[in-house]
C-alpha cells in the first residue's frame, strides 16, 4: 500500500509561511493526481490544492494566490507552500494521493495560525 510521511506544519503567526511536504511510498502505478486537503474541527475536509499527472493545478478559492503544489518526482514528494497565513488557514492538513482504483490519505499534520 502506498504511504506517507507527512512534515512540516506548526504554529505561525498571520501573514507568515509553511511549507508542508509529503514523501510518499509504495507503488504509484496508475497514478491520477495528488493532493493537499485540509479539515478544522466542526468543518468538513476540503480540498485545498491538487495536481494531476498532467500537471494541471486546482486550488481552493480561499488559497488562490497564497498556496503552491507541487511535485519532486525525483524525491517523491509533494510540496504546499503557503504563504501569507491566514487564522482561518488553522486545520489539520491530510496529504492525498489518487489512483485509478484507490485513495489514500496521510495521517495529518497540524496549522495552526495565530498570533
Known amino acids: 500500500q502506498v504511504q506517507f510521511v507527512e512534515s512540516g506544519g506548526g504554529l505561525v503567526q498571520p501573514g507568515g509561511s509553511l511549507r508542508l511536504s509529503c514523501v510518499v511510498s509504495?507503488?504509484?502505478?496508475?497514478?491520477?493526481?495528488v493532493g493537499w486537503y485540509r479539515q478544522a474541527p466542526g468543518k468538513q475536509r476540503e480540498l485545498v490544492a491538487g495536481?494531476?499527472?498532467?500537471?494541471?493545478?486546482n486550488y481552493a478559492d480561499s488559497v488562490k494566490g497564497r498556496f503552491t503544489i507541487s511535485r519532486d518526482n525525483a524525491k517523491s514528494t509533494i510540496y504546499l507552500q503557503m504563504n501569507s497565513l491566514e487564522s482561518e488557514d488553522t486545520a489539520v492538513y491530510y496529504c492525498?494521493?489518487?489512483?485509478?482504483?484507490?485513495?489514500?490519505w496521510g495521517q495529518g499534520t497540524q496549522v495552526t495560525v495565530s498570533s
Open positions: 492525498n494521493l489518487k489512483r485509478t482504483t484507490n485513495v489514500y
Open positions: 509504495g507503488s504509484l502505478l496508475r497514478l491520477i493526481a
Open positions: 495536481i494531476t499527472i498532467g500537471g494541471t493545478t
